[in-house]
Structure formats: C-alpha cells, structure tokens
C-alpha cells in the first residue's frame, strides 16, 4: 500500500489550493480515505473522509469551503481548498481506512505542507 500526497504550496490567504493522493497497492474503491493535518505545536486533526460508497464528511472547521472527491480511473482523491485562512496553514495527510469507517486509519502518506500568508 502506497500513498503520496501532492499539491501542497504557500498561497495566500483567501486563495484555492488542490491537494492529490495517489493510491496504489490495494482496491482503492473499497475503502476509505481521509484528510488530516497537523500544524506546529498542534494535534493532528481530521478534516475530511469519503467513503467507498461516496459518502463524505468534513470537520466544521473546514466544512463549505473544503470538498473532498475521488477518482477511481486514476485512483486518486483530491482535497479542494478554498477561501484558505492562515489557520489552515499546516502538513496535510491522506490515510487509508480498511473499515470503510473513515474512523480507523492504517496506512499513511508522507505529507505536502500547505502555507497560508501573505
């Protein structure tokens, strides 16, 4: 199982951003992804999980200016953000869930860093 995250960059605030995970080694339209990120100093939290059937959750904090999507030819899913705030500077992971839960995450990406700032 692989995955690897691209897309991250500084932007500024107010600005959109795309962020990819690209998947491999497994069935990737059996199961979960999700979204987190950790700032520094910070714990690390969900923002974001779709789900094998479509379904799709967002934390509030992010919730009607972030929409998560997939993929399946590509076996990709994307994070698009939007209307970016300095607080959502931070390092940005996609995770699979086996469960298809978007609770119980096993396998990791390595991160892209997103900056917001002007």
């Known amino acids: 199982v692989q995955l690897v995250e691209s897309g991250g960059a500084l932007v500024q605030p107010g600005g959109s951003l795309t962020l990819s995970c690209a998947a491999s080694?497994?069935?990737?339209?059996?199961?979960?992804i999700g979204w987190f990120r950790q700032a520094p100093g910070k714990e690390r939290e969900e923002v974001s999980c779709?789900?094998?059937?479509?379904?799709?959750w967002y934390s509030d904090s992010v919730k009607g200016r972030f929409t998560i999507s997939s993929d399946n030819a590509k076996n990709t899913v994307y994070l698009q953000m939007n209307n970016l705030k300095p607080e959502d500077t931070a390092v940005y992971f996609c995770?699979?869930?086996?469960?298809?839960?978007?609770?119980?995450?096993?396998?990791w990406g390595q991160g892209t860093q997103v900056t917001v700032s002007s």
């Open positions: 080694g497994f069935a990737f339209d059996d199961y979960a």
């Open positions: 995770a699979l869930d086996l469960g298809s839960t978007c609770e119980d995450y096993t396998y």
């Open positions: 779709i789900n094998s059937d479509g379904s799709t």
